[in-house]
């Protein structure tokens, strides 16, 4: 009896010694390093469109050409997010996030040396699929640098501060286009800034290792050898976690994509402003998606204090139905005044910011700590390219014969509505599979102090 008490309160206050370890004390300097990581990703992926304009004249381009870039730019990274996350295990998620950015700099300053367009699209496609790989194993390094209770307030400060930065970037970029062959310039300077990214993360971020914000294992001496290496088998078994699979069919529901897409042709051809003028609404859109991402990770925390294991799916659902309602007085109805639709275009992009700060800490919360860099490539770089191609494809077929309003009633409305009715799976699966993945931490854990008693 004796010993198994002694045994009991040894394991208790090896528990409370967790929860205090699992504060990294370097937790928000990782943060700030992999922002300024994804924000070359987040550049680049537009860069060709700021660029494209000069580009064209250059290199006697047409339309059709930046379709093909984009959507290859976009295509390449289903399968570099999980090679590079691959990768990432191998050689580690520090060196890998370094080869990732010093490659696509490389890419990027060779794509500034382009002659025609096929050497351009060769390289902006290297680039896009080195950059890539940025995203799945950054979000992975936040999961293990944040508790659960600290992470939608991480992932709202990554994705807002980035998309914030980012907006600046662009402009600054596109004013290469003044000088001749500036298109030039603006590649080397992406890629010059993705160098200097790479040099940043590998004298600052320091890899927490997998699972160290994690209660049951953050006082552990070694956490490694209690996680079985991820493996293919492994990576699809995440299919078979019922909140996983909701997650990646929300993904592919995902309509409020489009409104990046062809929210500027629908202001011009449905609505008669000018380019310039439509342009404007850019800027409340993503002054509003910054809100909803750093404001709504501090509302996911409140929720999750109020609704344990359920405050976050009232909340992502909550930003569905937002979007859904919003959108259809923003699409459906025609106001002559630009300011109006900046106002609502801001509520579409509060709307829209708000999904980070819940999504990403779902789908970290139903995967083991091993599996979330694959997870979160297969979430980001597979179910979100495949909605995006899906959606720009037919889409655009459809816009030619219904008309841009009608694509937008079904996609941005009726769609999210759908989207936001099959989140509703998650009030009853998602508790069951965090228990799940917390009983799995808590046997690893025993585990580690049986052996450790025994020595």
């Not at 351009?120 to 290297?126: E, H, Q, Y």
């Not at 509060?350 to 700060?357: L, R, T, V, Y």
């Not at 083991?368 to 860099?373: A, D, H, N, S, V």
């Amino acid at each position: 009896m004796t010993t198994q008490a002694g045994s009991a309160l040894a394991a208790d206050t090896v528990s409370e010694g967790a929860a205090q370890a699992s504060k990294l004390p370097y937790r928000w300097r990782n943060l700030i390093v992999l922002t300024g990581v994804t924000v070359v990703d987040n550049t680049e992926a537009g860069l060709s469109a700021t660029l494209f304009p000069t580009i064209a004249d250059a290199l006697k381009l047409q339309s059709g050409h930046l379709g093909l870039l984009a959507a290859l730019g976009r295509l390449v990274s289903v399968p570099a997010g999980p090679a590079w996350t691959w990768l990432a295990g191998k050689m580690g998620r520090r060196n890998a996030l370094v080869a990732t950015t010093l490659t696509g700099g490389v890419f990027g300053i060779a794509a500034g040396f382009s002659q025609d367009f096929a050497q351009l699209l060769i390289f902006n496609t290297l680039m896009s699929g080195a950059i890539i790989g940025g995203s799945p194993i950054a979000n992975a390094i936040i999961a293990d640098s944040f508790d659960d209770s600290e992470r939608a307030k991480a992932v709202g400060y990554f994705y807002g501060f980035m998309s914030l930065i980012s907006s600046f970037i662009a402009p600054l970029i596109a004013l290469f286009t003044g000088i001749n062959d500036g298109w030039r310039f603006g590649m080397w300077t992406i890629g010059a800034i993705c160098i200097l990214a790479g040099l940043v993360v590998s004298q600052f971020l320091k890899d927490p290792e997998v699972g160290a914000s994690e209660k049951q294992l953050a006082d552990l001496g070694s956490r490694e050898h209690l996680a079985p290496k991820a493996t293919v088998r492994s990576v699809l078994s995440l299919f078979r976690v019922p909140s996983f699979t909701v997650m990646m069919l929300s993904r592919l529901l995902s309509g409020h994509l489009l409104i990046m897409i062809f929210g500027i042709q629908f202001l011009v051809a449905e609505r008669g402003f000018t380019n310039a003028v439509a342009a404007i609404v850019f800027v409340p859109f993503g002054l509003g998606y910054f809100a909803g991402t750093a404001g709504g990770g501090w509302l996911v925390a409140l929720l999750d204090r109020i609704l344990p294991d359920r405050g976050r799916v009232a909340y992502l659902q909550g930003a569905q139905f937002l979007f859904a309602a919003v959108a259809f007085f923003a699409t459906q109805f025609s106001y002559d005044n630009i300011g109006i639709y900046g106002a609502f275009w801001a509520l579409m992009g509060f709307a829209q910011g708000a999904n980070p700060p819940a999504n990403r800490p779902i789908v970290a919360a139903v995967a083991l700590p091993e599996l979330r860099g694959q997870a979160f490539a297969i979430f980001l770089t597979v179910f979100e390219t495949i909605g995006w191609a899906v959606f720009s494809l037919v889409a655009g077929a459809l816009a030619e014969t219904l008309g841009i309003q009608a694509v937008f009633l079904w996609t941005l409305v009726i769609l999210m509505l759908i989207n936001a009715a099959i989140l509703t799976a998650l009030y009853f699966c998602y508790p069951r599979d965090v228990a799940r993945v917390r009983h799995t931490l808590q046997e690893r854990r025993q585990e580690a102090l049986t052996q450790e008693r025994q020595a």
